[in-house]
């Protein structure tokens, strides 16, 4: 049996992934610690006026990756029911 399926990747605008981020209030923050191993987080977040705000805590890894690293954030989602994400 051979299944033709539309699912692909769609890369989004700024505006889109903003619009779809203010939907959300769990991410992901990815970083690599001093030790060289890379260290992937949950985090809450919020948009204020197009800039991630992200909660966390002082002293914590979080803010001490962000002070001094290049980071990653993500947001995702998917609907099982649809296959999509």
Do not use: W
């Not at 779809?20 to 992901?28: A, K, P, Y």
């Amino acid at each position: 049996m051979t299944t033709t399926s539309t699912r692909r990747i769609e890369e989004l605008d700024v505006d889109t992934c903003l619009l779809l981020h203010g939907e959300r209030t769990v991410g992901r923050v990815a970083f690599v610690e001093d030790s060289g191993q890379p260290v992937i987080l949950p985090v809450n977040y919020l948009h204020d006026r197009g800039v991630v705000v992200i909660r966390t805590a002082e002293g914590g890894k979080v803010a001490a990756a962000v002070r001094k690293a290049r980071i990653a954030f993500e947001v995702d989602d998917f609907h099982a029911d649809l296959g999509t994400g």
